[in-house]
């Protein structure tokens, strides 16, 4: 079984309640309704009732399946508000929220933070900024975690480590040049996401052009130093560094370089990259030349799970990003 079927498994057995701010996107609601139809989540589209249906009967999209939450119902609401108000503080407060209510995507994440659903989904129509604010303000961050970032999943068809062929990337999404305590709730946030989506421990490098002190400038000081940050307040974690990246992927290259034991040397599957830079060139690299498939990014690092799509994602993309959405929200309950 290939890593997305196993997704796909996990989220049929532990459906969970995803909700949609964008249903005037065409491919947006084709994707999320045949997600509903197959079992892979409870669809609710939040927006005007009216023109979801509109635009679903001008693209022949069966919304039977799926649930609307009409952005005019006032009712709701305010419902929504008084209970958000309730909440420990978490950025807005409930006044603001209730200024940006008619907003889907804050109506979706107000539904989620008060527990009327599991984990909120968009991204087509809305940019990462925008759906990144939102959220910070409405569902917070996780404990010790002073940013929320983004990770890829990568599997390489013909990678044969020791470790598998599941390799978690981050952060090419959200932190350009990260500080020490970035770079430490990155690491933190990244193993959570990856035991979550792939059920195998997380074995997470801190990658540099250096190896345990091979090199030294400023770069490698912050990889160092949120190294150890990250290994202070998650010490159940497996987390090292700091690696080039062979020393961090292959055991060969390990026992050369790496002259101490370390559970993660040559074998992690969890790579914290230096910056936006180094992530984002490397991803992109593996994409182009090596066989295999890429996934996300996947957000992390908030209270409460959610996934923010690209813009370019394709149908497909945005089915399998529903699923994801599921399993994270299943692997949050516990």
């Known amino acids: 079984m290939g890593f997305i079927d196993s997704i796909y498994e996990k989220a049929k057995a532990n459906k969970k309640r995803v909700v949609v701010p964008e249903c005037t996107n065409p491919s947006m609601m084709r994707a999320a309704a045949k997600a509903a139809a197959d079992g892979l989540a409870d669809i609710t589209f939040v927006g005007d009732a009216s023109t979801c249906e509109k635009v679903a009967a001008e693209n022949d999209i069966n919304l039977s399946g799926v649930k609307v939450v009409d952005i005019h119902d006032k009712a709701y609401q305010d419902e929504l508000v008084a209970k958000f108000a309730e909440l420990p503080r978490r950025g807005f407060s409930a006044k603001s929220v209730a200024k940006r209510?008619?907003?889907?995507?804050?109506?979706?994440?107000?539904?989620?933070?008060?527990?009327?659903?599991?984990?909120?989904?968009?991204?087509?129509?809305?940019?990462?900024?925008?759906?990144?604010?939102?959220?910070?303000?409405?569902?917070?961050?996780?404990?010790?975690?002073?940013?929320?970032?983004?990770m890829l999943i990568m599997e390489l068809d013909d990678y044969k480590g020791s470790q598998g062929n599941i390799f978690g990337m981050t952060d090419g999404a959200i932190n350009t040049e990260p500080t020490a305590d970035q770079l430490s709730g990155i690491a933190i946030a990244s193993c959570d996401t990856y035991t979550a989506l792939t059920g195998k421990e997380a074995l997470c490098g801190f990658l540099s052009y250096s190896t345990d002190g091979s090199g030294n400038s400023p770069s490698v000081f912050r990889v160092r130093e949120g190294l150890q940050k990250a290994q202070e307040l998650r010490p159940d974690l497996k987390i090292d560094g700091e690696f080039q990246?062979?020393?961090?992927?292959?055991?060969?290259?390990?026992?050369?370089?790496?002259?101490?034991?370390?559970?993660?040397?040559?074998?992690?599957?969890?790579?914290?990259?230096?910056?936006?830079?180094?992530?984002?060139?490397?991803?992109?690299?593996?994409?182009?030349?090596?066989?295999g498939h890429s996934y996300g990014?996947?957000?992390?690092?908030?209270?409460?799970?959610?996934?923010?799509?690209?813009?370019?994602?394709?149908?497909?993309?945005?089915?399998?990003?529903v699923a994801f959405c599921s399993v994270m929200a299943g692997a949050a309950e516990s």
């Open 101 to 150: 209510i008619s907003n889907p995507l804050y109506m979706a994440l107000l539904m989620e933070a008060v527990g009327d659903a599991d984990c909120t989904f968009g991204g087509l129509d809305t940019t990462t900024t925008e759906f990144v604010m939102a959220t910070q303000g409405i569902l917070g961050l996780a404990p010790g975690v002073v940013a929320p970032s983004g």
């Open 245 to 291: 990246a062979d020393a961090a992927i292959v055991e060969r290259v390990a026992a050369k370089k790496v002259k101490r034991e370390s559970a993660v040397a040559g074998k992690a599957n969890v790579l914290v990259f230096p910056d936006a830079a180094a992530a984002n060139i490397a991803t992109k690299l593996i994409q182009q030349f090596a066989p």
């Open 297 to 321: 990014p996947i957000y992390q690092g908030f209270a409460q799970p959610v996934l923010d799509c690209s813009r370019g994602d394709t149908e497909e993309r945005i089915y399998d990003n």
